[in-house]
């Protein structure tokens, strides 16, 4: 209970920039939308069209209907889900590895507590972390979205779109705990947390852009929850969900075995 | 009963040495020493003890209790100090030994304001603001707060000036006679001398010795140095056990080890202007240690 006070406290303040930031990006992403609404939807969706496929694969657009502001809202989402998802991983990688770039752990590790029972304090922790940053982004979307959406029903629709980020969250905090957990370099883990993310969000957008490339997305989560399909389908792929929770269960493996069975790096 | 006891431990870093088969055991409410010269392995000794790394092979128990096993459990009683403090920055003295006392299942605060009284530590102050001895006291007052039954301590008096390792060496004395045991590592031999029942000596990885400071004294040598009112033949002193006889003039000097009876007796056949005997201290001791293994 101690190290997970001491973890939410230590977090506090970044996760309120990160809050900030999200819903700065969902305010101004939505105040786009009524210029273009102004504008005619429909020209903007014409005008999309006729763009190459890789620009709009680029801007994330695919077959969403941008005249409806639920549908501008999902190419909004991918860059929410970008940002949740790094915050995930440079919060799963930080949360392990800076007891060890602080030399902190020589404190910690000496205490009455064995290496899975901080673990495990400090996983929940950063699980109550991203929850509030997923709640924030979810009620920002809702608030902005259906001030567009004249009555028409879209909790439902941005529910879904939420469940998927917060799926692809608890991946990517597994991902940087897994990371922390396996590297001994405390300092390299974040960026390297963040590079691995960069790589599979880039492999996401070059399987829009090239069809030949669609037998890779599975490799990527990005493409788990694209809103282009959930939207769709009004629902999750069972495949995806699938594969989300054996790399989600395999890393958690991950970041305990290692972490307690290697040496500390003081 | 052992309070500590370690069997053919070794830790290699892949192929670099950390230590290699060090055995030696602590009785409980001894005060042992650990001394060697810097990179020889005290510090990779104390964290194999902690769990902090792990053997490579060999093992060790605490309080009976395997290190690794039952390493959670056995830390309830044990406080450490380790040589170079580090803590969460942010933090506030007092809000960090609170930190360090919710981790044992007892009200600890009193002994926090007492501990931090005695070695006039500022409770109110940032961590970050601390100069290195303040924070080396935060670490003590930290490793001893929760009353442990063994006091761990690598190179305790580092940045600490000579008035509190005084107060300093008090406490461990106090704690001590209340029960503690304590493993002080160091390589100042000094303070060694001054506090420990017993040592270890390491060095290159490997223990040298492990001795009581009083039979470590004993069973070195004496130095010797005489003046005599004349000249006299210096092979007068060849004797068994004299070594590095030298004469100067009027002085003989050399080095004894054994029956000092005998050397008494040829002393008192001479006429003798002065005499001097001295014992060698730790320091002259440790570098024999030293130069024998080489």
């Known amino acids: ?266 | 009963m052992n309070v500590i006891e370690i069997k053919n431990l070794t830790k290699m870093y892949g192929k670099a040495r950390g230590i290699e088969d060090v055995s030696f055991s602590v009785e409980e409410g001894e005060i042992f020493g650990f001394i060697g010269p810097n990179g020889a392995g005290k510090s990779t000794t104390i964290r194999t003890l902690l769990s902090l790394i792990y053997p490579t092979s060999g093992s060790a128990t605490i309080f009976g209790k395997d290190i690794i096993t039952a390493a959670p459990e056995i830390k309830k009683e044990i406080g450490y100090l380790p040589s170079e403090v580090f803590y969460y920055d942010n933090m506030k003295v007092m809000d960090l030994l609170k930190y360090s006392a919710s981790f044992y299942k007892k009200d600890c605060t009193k002994r926090i304001r007492e501990l931090a009284d005695i070695m006039e530590l500022d409770l109110t102050k940032k961590i970050d603001d601390l100069s290195l001895g303040n924070k080396k006291k935060v670490g003590i007052v930290q490793g001893l707060l929760h009353e442990p039954k063994l006091i761990i301590l690598d190179e305790p008096t580092s940045g600490l000036d000579p008035l509190m390792q005084q107060k300093f060496f008090d406490l461990l004395e106090k704690e001590n006679k209340k029960g503690a045991t304590i493993l002080f590592s160091s390589h100042i031999l000094s303070e060694v001398q001054r506090l420990c029942d017993r040592v270890a000596i390491i060095k290159d990885g490997r223990i040298v010795t492990v001795e009581k400071i009083s039979t470590l004294k004993e069973n070195t040598y004496k130095k010797f140095k005489i003046e005599t009112n004349s000249t006299i033949e210096k092979d007068l002193f060849k004797l068994d056990g004299v070594n590095q006889l030298e004469q100067d003039g009027s002085t003989i000097s050399f080095l004894f080890r054994g029956n000092i009876n005998a050397i008494m007796r040829k002393i008192a056949e001479i006429e003798i202007a002065n005499l001097w005997i001295e014992e060698p201290n730790l320091e002259e001791i440790f570098m024999h240690y030293y130069e024998k293994e080489e």
């Not at chain 1, 567009?148 to 029903?153: I, K, L, P, Y």
């Not at chain 1, 495949?239 to 290697?262: D, E, H, M, N, Q």
């Open chain 1, 1 to 266: 209970m101690n190290i997970f006070k001491r973890e939410m406290k230590a977090n506090r303040k970044s996760l309120i920039i990160w809050s900030i930031g999200v819903i700065f990006m969902v305010a101004s992403g939505m105040g786009k939308y009524s210029s273009l609404e102004g504008a005619g939807g429909q020209s903007m969706n014409a005008l999309m069209a006729d763009m190459p496929k890789s620009l709009q694969a680029i801007m994330g657009t695919g077959s969403l209907d941008l005249s409806t502001p639920i549908g501008y809202y999902g190419v909004l989402f991918l860059y929410l889900a970008v940002m949740a998802a790094i915050h995930a991983a440079m919060l799963g990688s930080n949360i392990i590895s800076k007891e060890e770039r602080d030399k902190t752990i020589e404190f910690l590790l000496v205490k009455p507590i064995s290496r899975t029972r901080m673990m495990t304090s400090k996983l929940v922790a950063a699980l109550v972390n991203i929850v509030i940053f997923n709640l924030v982004t979810f009620a920002s979307s809702v608030g902005l979205v259906q001030k567009f959406a004249d009555g028409e029903e879209v909790i439902g629709d941005i529910s879904m779109l939420m469940g998927g980020m917060f799926i692809l969250q608890l991946i990517f905090l597994v991902i940087g705990t897994a990371i922390a957990a396996f590297f001994k370099n405390a300092k390299k883990a974040t960026s390297l947390a963040t590079g691995i993310l960069l790589f599979l969000f880039i492999i996401s957008i070059a399987i829009d852009m090239n069809e030949k490339l669609d037998g890779l997305k599975y490799f990527t989560p990005f493409k788990y929850f694209d809103a282009k399909l959930m939207l769709k389908e009004g629902g999750f792929e069972p495949l995806y969900l699938g594969l989300s929770a054996i790399v989600f269960v395999g890393l958690t493996i991950v970041t305990y075995t290692f972490y307690r069975k290697r040496d500390m790096n003081i």
